[in-house]
């Protein structure tokens, strides 16, 4: 029941929003430096874990293979104005420590994190911004965190990366490898531009 209203919410929204909601395996993509990308399919995890929560087919996974390398994608942009972006990116056990650019400049990563405060009597949600995500997650802090507290051992969670002025053609979010001594994955499953000036 839950899963059929998060869908219909989300569809809905979809249809009647300013927002390109955009699957990252059909994003045209390209790899710079050393590391591959693949399409993880949906049902890798689901034999394993009860809660996918990836849209479409899957996710673009990038397996980095050292500091630096990164994966870009492509978002077309149709036309000129304010545009606010944003993404869908896994955490889980084999994941590491990335930094997003767009067009070339570092974005500002922002999302919101909640907690569940030492007496168990609150829920506080704050938004954190930072230069670099990591996308490490360890299952055993799940019952800390309300966010978690369903997840096995992968999570998604969406991250802002700010507002630009952007032309028709395309914009270019590039996800980069920070990890040096455990080169990790980036798990990417969904890209979104948002016109402001639509809303």
Not at 27 to 45: D, F, N
Not at 64 to 89: K, Q
């Amino acid at each position: 029941m839950a899963a059929a209203i998060v869908g219909l919410y989300t569809y809905t929204h979809m249809q009647g929003s300013s927002t390109q909601w955009l699957e990252a395996e059909n994003v045209p993509h390209t790899v710079s430096g050393a590391g591959k990308a693949i399409l993880q399919k949906r049902r890798e995890l689901a034999e394993t874990e009860k809660f996918n929560l990836w849209t479409g087919k899957g996710q673009v996974r990038f397996e980095a293979a050292g500091p630096g390398a990164s994966l870009v994608f492509e978002i077309p942009i149709h036309e000129a104005g304010a545009y606010e972006l944003a993404a869908l990116v896994t955490q889980g056990p084999e994941y590491g420590r990335f930094s997003v650019s767009v067009n070339g400049e570092p974005a500002e990563i922002s999302y919101l994190k909640a907690a569940i405060d030492a007496s168990q009597e609150r829920t506080t949600v704050d938004r954190v911004s930072e230069r670099t995500f990591d996308g490490r997650f360890d299952p055993s802090e799940a019952s800390a965190n309300p966010e978690l507290s369903l997840a096995e051992n992968h999570v998604v969670r969406r991250i802002d990366l700010g507002m630009y002025d952007l032309e028709p053609g395309d914009v270019q979010v590039a996800f980069i490898a920070e990890d040096s001594e455990t080169p990790a994955c980036i798990g990417v499953d969904q890209l979104m531009a948002t016109d402001l000036g639509k809303q």
